[in-house]
C-alpha cells in the first residue's frame, strides 16, 4: 500500500515557476514508476511525464518537454516536479501517482493523491 500527498501548488504568473512534490508512505516507494498527471476543468486527466524506479529513466509529453523536469529521492520517499516557463494552459491539478510499470497510460496507475492546484495566470 502506497499513499500518496502532493504539494506546492499555488498561484503563479506566466513564466514563473513551481516545484510540486509529493511525499509517498510505504516502505515500497522505490520499487515503484512514479508519475504526474494533470486535469484542467472541463478536460480529461493527461500524462505530464513518469520516472523509473531507480531514476533512470525518465518520460515526458511532448509539449512538456523542455520545460518540465521530473526527478526523485527514494532516501525521503518523494518524487519533485520542476515547472519553468509557465503558461496559463497548464493551470489544473496535478496528482502524482505509483505504478509497478513505466507508463503514460493511467489506468496503469494502482496509488493516486489528492491533488494540488496550479494556476497559472497571464
Known amino acids: 500500500q502506497v499513499q500518496l500527498v502532493e504539494s506546492g501548488g499555488g498561484l503563479v504568473q506566466a513564466g514563473g515557476s513551481l516545484r510540486l512534490s509529493c511525499a509517498a508512505s510505504?516502505?515500497?516507494?522505490?520499487?515503484?514508476?512514479m508519475g504526474w498527471f494533470r486535469q484542467a476543468p472541463g478536460k480529461e486527466r493527461e500524462f505530464v511525464t513518469a520516472?523509473?524506479?531507480?531514476?533512470?529513466?525518465?518520460y515526458y509529453a511532448d509539449s512538456r518537454k523542455g520545460r518540465f523536469t521530473i526527478s526523485r529521492d527514494n532516501a525521503k520517499n518523494t518524487v519533485y516536479l520542476q515547472m519553468n516557463s509557465l503558461k496559463p494552459e497548464d493551470t489544473a491539478v496535478y496528482y502524482c501517482a505509483a505504478s509497478r510499470l513505466l507508463s503514460d497510460y493511467a489506468p496503469s496507475y494502482d496509488y493516486w493523491g489528492q491533488g494540488t492546484q496550479v494556476t497559472v495566470s497571464s
Open positions: 510505504g516502505r515500497t516507494f522505490s520499487s515503484y514508476a
Open positions: 520516472i523509473s524506479w531507480s531514476g533512470g529513466t525518465t
